[in-house]
């Protein structure tokens, strides 16, 4: 029993590990995949910044950006005076820019360039982008909001599947101790009743083990 008991200790354990370990990825590869698609997103907005209708062009990329990446909350292009010049509603476009209320820095470890910005609140992870045009001149700034909902069912959706592998690996390992331990046991207990008959005077007891272990030629003595 007490070799069960510590098998479970030491499964949960490794369970607890294995989920931290896991759910650190899945949150690094998030942070990875919504820092290429703002980097993207700033890439192909650099030119037509610079046009004098610049929504006509920015406005369609923000558009298929967010309705091809369902868990991305938002997105904004602004350019160097604070103006949105690209969003998903064209109302938005010629205001001012605003950042999204409580977000905070985010520390990440997917390696950043330099101006690249990580935030974060209970709604979105927000990624800041600096739009650079070919002279290397910085015209604006690329905002890109994912939804922190869908990393969150990610992790969930990963660790259900985890728990399920390491709860039937724990099952079989409980079944397979069981089995080793009652063939270890089982002749033990009778070679122990035996000894205790023997003891008692009782010569003609035999003691009935099948095992070829050493308990078994052990007992195999005792019968002799």
């Known amino acids: 029993m007490s070799v069960m008991i510590l098998l479970t200790i030491l499964t949960t354990a490794s369970a607890k590990i294995i989920l931290a370990r896991e759910k650190g990825f899945l949150e690094q590869e998030a942070e990875r995949r919504i820092l290429a698609q703002c980097r993207s997103l ?9 046009d004098e209708f610049p929504e006509f062009v920015l406005t369609p990329l923000i558009k298929s950006i967010l309705s091809e990446n369902p868990e991305m909350a938002y997105a904004y292009i602004v350019d160097s005076n604070g103006k949105i010049r690209g969003a998903d509603d064209l109302r938005d476009v010629d205001s001012d820019y605003q950042d999204v209320p409580g977000l905070i820095e985010r520390v990440v ?61 724990l099952v079989i390992g409980l079944v397979v101790t069981y089995f080793l331990v009652s063939t270890i046991v089982r002749p033990i207990n009778k070679l122990t009743v035996g000894s205790e008959e023997i003891a008692r005077g009782n010569l003609d007891y035999k003691i009935r083990v099948r095992s070829k272990t050493e308990v078994g030629r052990l007992a195999w003595q005792f019968n002799e």
């Not at 209970?122 to 700034?141: A, K, M, N």
């Not at 994912?146 to 592998?165: F, G």
Request: no cysteine; hydrophobic share 40%.
């Open 109 to 169: 470890t997917v390696p950043e360039s330099p101006g690249e910005r990580f935030r974060t609140n209970s709604e979105v992870v927000e990624v800041s982008i600096p739009i650079l045009y070919q002279d290397g001149s910085t015209v604006g700034r690329a905002y890109l909001g994912m939804r922190s909902d869908y990393i969150l069912e990610i992790i969930r959706e990963a660790s259900k599947s985890t728990v399920q592998v390491l709860a039937a690996i």
């Open 42 to 50: 700033a890439s192909l907005s650099a030119a037509p910044l610079l």
